[in-house]
């Protein structure tokens, strides 16, 4: 998962993680485990679903955030 791109595409909607988790109808720790990978937590296809929709991602941008690995320098 690359956090660093989800977290730009909130900003450029103006949201912060309450608003995401909000939307989600999950807890912002819950968010927050699932944005880093933490304690076995994943987003499930229906997040990402709906994720997709809220900021208007294209199919390359679900697979920039959610399945590609990012590349360590």
């Known amino acids: 998962m690359n ?8 900003a450029l909607n103006g ?4 608003d995401l988790a909000n939307y989600l109808n999950i807890s912002k ?3 927050s485990s699932k944005m880093n ?3 076995g937590f994943e987003f499930t296809q ?3 679903l709906k994720i ?5 991602l294209s199919s390359s ?3 920039e955030i ?3 690995q990012s590349e360590v320098s």
């Open 66 to 68: 959610f399945f590609l």
């Open 29 to 31: 720790s819950i968010l």
């Open 37 to 39: 990978e933490t304690n």
């Open 3 to 10: 956090i660093e791109k989800l977290k730009a595409k909130m």
């Open 15 to 18: 949201d912060h993680g309450k």
């Open 46 to 48: 229906n997040e990402i």
């Open 52 to 56: 997709k929709e809220k900021y208007s």
């Open 61 to 63: 941008e679900v697979d």
